[in-house]
């Protein structure tokens, strides 16, 4: 058997794509996986120090691992006029672009994309590194002035008493008339075409078996919703879990030239070392 360590969020859009691997739904020859969980910050961390052998990683963090680890084509969260929302506990000023300049602003971790997007938006800010979990009470205790939501604050935000301030997920899509590419499955080089080729069919049949037994894979899913309920959950996979997590094509790797592009031009990430997509 090949041991292959493969790492995720626990969220519940990570949880249902990977279901069918974790539940032993699918074939996967001899081939055995070791799943672990953690924040996607920790992954983009252990995967610069190439510790695992695939990984959710933030698109953001990609540009610092393309030497080392190659995208799948497959497991893409893209953000199709939507995405991570910058909020705060004051009402939308009339110019949010201008109004945030300055600002005390939470984010959840330097190498996130949501980070990335929210510097190419509008990169004068005094950044407050936190777990994507507490930045919702950092607003509502006064110890930010606004911050960045992944994740299902993205859904809940207005319960703490928040208010929408842009739509990172819209921004890009009024910018670039692209979706916004936040995440995807990174493999490591070192393991070899043939090895690359058979994990990629794996997750790629992961996620399509979620996808032809959505309540089973929802149930799955619920046990990582941190607070949703179940037509919350089911909305927010809707939103992660779609055809471009089955396969970027075209548009979604367009996607994800034209942010790291327009990262290396704003001095934000490093040109790509080589191509990041494994086919």
């Known amino acids: 058997m090949t041991s292959i360590r493969l790492a995720h969020s626990p969220d519940s859009d990570d949880a249902f794509m990977f279901y069918a691997l974790a539940a032993g739904k699918i074939p996967t020859g001899q081939r055995m996986y070791e799943h672990e969980l953690a924040d996607i910050e920790t992954l983009n961390r252990r995967a610069l120090n190439q510790e695992l052998d695939v990984t959710a990683v933030s698109i953001h963090a ?51 994309t949501a980070t990335l997007a929210l510097r190419l938006y509008q990169p004068d800010f005094v ?17 930010a002035d606004a911050g960045i939501l992944i994740h299902e604050g993205q859904l809940t935000f207005r319960d703490h008493g928040l208010y929408l301030w842009v739509d990172m997920g819209e921004w890009w899509f009024e910018e670039t008339q692209l979706p916004l590419p936040l995440g995807g499955n990174a493999i490591r080089r070192e393991l070899g075409d043939a090895l690359m080729r058979d994990v990629s069919r794996d997750l790629k049949a992961s996620i399509e078996y979620g996808l032809a037994h959505r309540d089973e894979a929802l149930n ?7 607070g ?20 970027y094509g075209d548009t979604g790797r367009r996607a994800v030239r034209t942010l790291l592009s327009r990262g290396v031009d704003a001095g934000l990430v490093p040109p790509l070392a080589r191509d990041p997509f494994f086919e």
Request: a negative charge; aromatic letters at 10%.
């Open 62 to 112: 990609y540009a610092h691992l393309a030497d080392s680890y190659a995208l799948l084509s497959h497991g893409a969260s893209m953000g199709d006029r939507y995405g991570p929302r910058l909020v705060s506990r004051r009402p939308p000023p009339d110019d949010p672009r201008n109004a945030s300049r300055g600002l005390r602003i939470a984010i959840p971790g330097p190498l996130t």
């Open 127 to 143: 950044p407050l590194v936190m777990p994507f979990d507490e930045i919702e009470g950092a607003l509502a205790g006064g110890k």
């Open 220 to 226: 799955y899913a619920m046990e990582f919703a941190r």
């Open 228 to 247: 949703l309920d179940r037509q919350q959950a089911d909305e927010f996979v809707g939103m992660y879990v779609n055809a471009y997590t089955v396969d």
